[in-house]
């Protein structure tokens, strides 16, 4: 989840080893009389389907612009929706036997600055030449009478993404598990090394004050967007103003890293093709996005409120702990973490104005998907959690 995603849960495809993927099997390969035991179903590979009510593009206008940037005059329009993501809608888009992915605003969204479609595609058509499981970005258009947003379009990374649950065909035991996580690790650590300097984007971000800045920024979003009163957020916030720490490390930083935002290629499930969703991107201090994703990080043993809030199957044998992979990820860099309370009652916080952002759109009736009914529950749980890590015994 991401609003700015938060954020998405991005669909796309670029096949890997440059080889081609498909969700579909070969019909007809083995009557009834073939011997030996039923082949394994393929990995379920994401796909789009149709659109949600409300979130249908203008066909006739798009193919105008699309045939207008590429100059191909051949082979029909296709749209489809991927329909995951919580943010940023993302959609399908095929050109005779060219294949895209379409990214644009939410409908409804009033907070200006989280879905920057340019600042996103700067990104994008510059991150890949160094990093690249970012996808290509390749047109962006800027004219809002098109599809009534800024939108753009980038290349497809064809793979498995891994949501709540394991999909169909894909095999997560226990050593498969702790692989992934240690290729998990390794993009995160990767991401963070990026040489911004070499690709033209040191001016992304300024990482003096950034924790700071965060703090107050999204505790103006919760309030820009609040919709009920949740003693828990005072908590939180004065909390968090209070224990700020004084600390100007930067890196690039992706600000949404969690595995339904990774491609897997098909053939091995352990190894990262893609990195989806890199509209938060920015450069400030690495915990912060450490922070972020130990939010998401539902491990086995949490409480049965936590549970209801996973969106990863990271409860799974195998699978790292918080502290296992804060550990990790400190071994990899070399970092010297100790404590990362503040950082993840921070990535609690700013995941919970995410679902208050995006409740806010649903109860003023901008969005009508169904799955956003229930998001005030998240940002009371997500709340009333952070309480409870403020409250622990320190580690």
């Known amino acids: 989840m991401t609003t700015s995603t938060p954020p998405d849960g991005n669909d796309a495809g670029r096949a890997p080893n440059g080889g081609t993927t498909s969700d579909a099997t070969t019909p007809g390969a083995a009557g009834p009389a073939a011997a030996g035991p039923a082949a394994a179903p ?59 992915v379409l990214r644009r605003p939410p409908f409804g969204t009033h907070v200006a600055t989280a879905h920057d479609m340019g600042r996103e595609f700067r990104v994008l058509s510059r ?27 980038m290349e497809r990374v064809r793979g498995v993404i891994i949501r709540k649950d394991v999909p169909r065909g894909v095999t997560l035991d226990e050593d498969t598990a ?3 996580c240690a290729s998990f690790v390794e993009h995160f650590a990767r991401i963070h090394e990026v040489n ?54 930067g890196c690039l930083i992706h600000n949404d890293f969690k595995l339904d935002n990774i491609v897997l290629d098909p053939g091995d499930v352990t190894r990262i093709i893609g990195v989806l969703d890199w509209e938060m991107t920015t450069v400030g201090h690495p915990l912060m996005d450490v922070g972020t994703t130990l ?4 491990q086995a043993d949490d409480p049965p ?31 010297n973490i100790g404590n990362i309370r503040f950082h993840e009652v921070y990535g609690l916080f700013k995941l919970s104005v995410i679902a208050q952002q995006i409740y806010y759109r649903f109860k003023a009736g901008k969005t009508s998907d169904p799955r956003f009914a229930m998001m005030i529950e998240a940002v009371r749980m997500l709340n009333r959690v952070a309480v409870s890590r403020i409250e622990a015994p320190a580690p």
């Open 305 to 335: 409120e936590m549970q209801m809030l996973r969106f990863m199957p990271t409860n799974l044998p195998g699978m790292l702990t918080r502290r296992e992979l804060v550990d990790a990820y400190g071994e990899r860099t070399g970092t």
């Open 295 to 298: 939010a998401y990080w539902v």
């Open 196 to 249: 911004l300097a070499a690709i033209g984007l040191e001016d992304l971000g300024n990482p003096v004050g950034y924790i700071g800045r965060q703090v107050d920024g999204w505790t103006r979003r919760y309030h820009g967007s609040q919709t009920d009163d949740i003693a828990d957020v005072t908590a939180v916030t004065s909390w968090l103003a209070a224990n700020t720490p004084d600390d100007d490390r």
């Open 42 to 100: 393929p990995p379920r590979l994401d796909e789009p389907g149709a659109f949600r009510p409300g979130e249908e593009l203008d066909r006739a206008a798009l193919e105008r612009w699309i045939r207008g940037v590429t100059g191909d005059r051949h082979g029909a329009l296709e749209i489809a929706q991927f329909g995951k993501g919580h943010s940023n809608l993302t959609y399908f888009v095929r050109l005779g036997d060219r294949e895209w």
């Open 178 to 180: 702790r692989r992934l």
């Open 127 to 153: 991150l890949h030449e160094l990093y690249p499981p970012a996808p290509r970005a390749e047109h962006f258009c800027d004219d809002t009478a098109i599809l009534g947003a800024p939108f753009f379009l």
